[in-house]
Protein backbone atom coordinates (compact mmCIF):
# COMPACT_ATOMS: atom_id res chain seq x y z
CA UNK A 1 0.00 0.00 0.00
CA UNK A 2 1.48 3.16 -1.24
CA UNK A 3 0.66 6.94 0.43
CA UNK A 4 0.74 9.23 -2.05
CA UNK A 5 -0.31 12.21 -0.26
CA UNK A 6 2.49 14.78 0.10
CA UNK A 7 2.33 17.67 2.84
CA UNK A 8 3.67 20.98 1.44
CA UNK A 9 4.31 24.49 3.62
CA UNK A 10 5.72 27.36 2.46
CA UNK A 11 6.56 30.12 4.92
CA UNK A 12 6.62 33.44 3.56
CA UNK A 13 8.00 35.87 6.02
CA UNK A 14 7.60 38.90 3.59
CA UNK A 15 3.74 37.99 3.31
CA UNK A 16 3.52 37.29 7.12
CA UNK A 17 4.73 40.30 7.67
CA UNK A 18 1.91 41.93 5.05
CA UNK A 19 -0.71 40.18 6.37
CA UNK A 20 -0.03 41.69 10.19
CA UNK A 21 0.44 45.24 8.81
CA UNK A 22 -3.26 44.90 7.45
CA UNK A 23 -4.54 43.07 10.34
CA UNK A 24 -3.04 45.83 12.51
CA UNK A 25 -4.90 48.94 10.53
CA UNK A 26 -8.61 46.96 11.51
CA UNK A 27 -7.52 46.35 14.86
CA UNK A 28 -9.16 48.44 17.69
CA UNK A 29 -6.30 51.01 18.46
CA UNK A 30 -4.84 50.33 22.22
CA UNK A 31 -4.71 53.20 24.58
CA UNK A 32 -1.81 53.13 27.31
CA UNK A 33 -2.51 53.67 30.90
CA UNK A 34 -1.07 57.09 31.38
CA UNK A 35 -3.46 58.17 27.90
CA UNK A 36 -6.60 56.46 29.12
CA UNK A 37 -5.62 58.69 32.45
CA UNK A 38 -4.81 62.05 31.11
CA UNK A 39 -7.87 61.69 29.04
CA UNK A 40 -10.17 61.34 31.71
CA UNK A 41 -8.38 64.09 33.59
CA UNK A 42 -9.15 66.47 30.24
CA UNK A 43 -12.75 65.15 30.16
CA UNK A 44 -13.22 66.77 33.66
CA UNK A 45 -12.17 69.88 32.68
CA UNK A 46 -13.57 70.00 29.46
CA UNK A 47 -17.22 69.24 30.35
CA UNK A 48 -16.75 71.72 33.47
CA UNK A 49 -15.72 74.43 30.90
CA UNK A 50 -17.94 73.91 28.39
CA UNK A 51 -21.14 74.38 31.02
CA UNK A 52 -19.49 77.52 32.44
CA UNK A 53 -19.20 79.32 29.05
CA UNK A 54 -22.71 78.33 27.97
CA UNK A 55 -23.34 80.08 30.79
CA UNK A 56 -21.72 83.09 30.86
CA UNK A 57 -22.91 83.83 26.80
CA UNK A 58 -26.48 83.47 28.13
CA UNK A 59 -25.50 85.86 30.68
CA UNK A 60 -23.72 88.46 28.49
CA UNK A 61 -26.59 88.26 25.98
CA UNK A 62 -29.28 88.54 28.86
CA UNK A 63 -27.19 91.94 29.76
CA UNK A 64 -26.85 92.90 25.84
CA UNK A 65 -30.39 92.62 25.39
CA UNK A 66 -31.04 94.99 28.62
CA UNK A 67 -28.90 97.56 27.98
CA UNK A 68 -30.60 97.05 24.03
CA UNK A 69 -34.36 97.75 25.82
CA UNK A 70 -32.45 100.93 27.42
CA UNK A 71 -30.89 102.49 24.82
CA UNK A 72 -32.53 101.88 21.43
CA UNK A 73 -36.18 101.76 23.19
CA UNK A 74 -36.11 103.66 25.96
CA UNK A 75 -37.76 101.08 27.99
CA UNK A 76 -35.64 101.81 31.23
CA UNK A 77 -36.84 99.77 33.94
CA UNK A 78 -36.86 96.51 32.39
CA UNK A 79 -33.55 97.37 30.55
CA UNK A 80 -31.97 97.73 33.62
CA UNK A 81 -33.85 94.56 35.03
CA UNK A 82 -33.16 92.32 32.28
CA UNK A 83 -29.26 93.89 32.67
CA UNK A 84 -29.07 93.21 36.27
CA UNK A 85 -30.45 89.74 35.70
CA UNK A 86 -27.73 88.90 32.94
CA UNK A 87 -25.07 90.34 35.54
CA UNK A 88 -26.57 87.83 38.35
CA UNK A 89 -26.19 85.32 35.26
CA UNK A 90 -22.92 86.51 34.55
CA UNK A 91 -21.72 86.20 38.19
CA UNK A 92 -22.84 82.15 38.43
CA UNK A 93 -20.42 81.22 35.82
CA UNK A 94 -17.36 80.16 37.75
CA UNK A 95 -19.35 78.83 40.96
CA UNK A 96 -20.94 76.78 37.72
CA UNK A 97 -17.59 75.45 36.91
CA UNK A 98 -16.45 74.98 40.41
CA UNK A 99 -19.39 72.90 40.90
CA UNK A 100 -19.15 70.80 37.70
CA UNK A 101 -15.72 70.02 38.54
CA UNK A 102 -15.91 68.83 41.84
CA UNK A 103 -19.07 66.42 40.55
CA UNK A 104 -17.47 65.33 37.56
CA UNK A 105 -13.98 64.25 40.00
CA UNK A 106 -16.69 62.72 42.63
CA UNK A 107 -18.00 60.53 39.98
CA UNK A 108 -14.22 59.65 37.90
CA UNK A 109 -12.36 59.26 41.28
CA UNK A 110 -12.80 55.46 41.37
CA UNK A 111 -11.33 55.08 38.18
CA UNK A 112 -8.62 57.35 38.43
CA UNK A 113 -7.39 55.62 41.51
CA UNK A 114 -7.18 52.67 40.55
CA UNK A 115 -5.55 53.56 37.42
CA UNK A 116 -2.67 55.26 39.22
CA UNK A 117 -2.14 52.94 41.64
CA UNK A 118 -1.71 50.22 38.15
CA UNK A 119 0.76 52.74 36.72
CA UNK A 120 2.52 53.10 40.13
CA UNK A 121 2.70 49.43 40.68
CA UNK A 122 3.65 48.67 37.44
CA UNK A 123 6.13 51.41 36.07
CA UNK A 124 4.74 50.71 32.51
CA UNK A 125 3.79 54.24 31.66
CA UNK A 126 4.98 56.89 29.12
Request: glycine fraction near 6%; hydrophobic fraction near 35%; aromatic fraction near 8%.
Amino acid sequence: MENNEKFEYTYSAQKQEEIESIRRKYLPPEEDKMEKLRRLDRSVENKATTISVIVGIVGTLTMGFGMCLCLEWAEYISGVITGVVGIAILSVAYPVFKYVIKKQRKKIAPEILRLTDEISNNRNYS
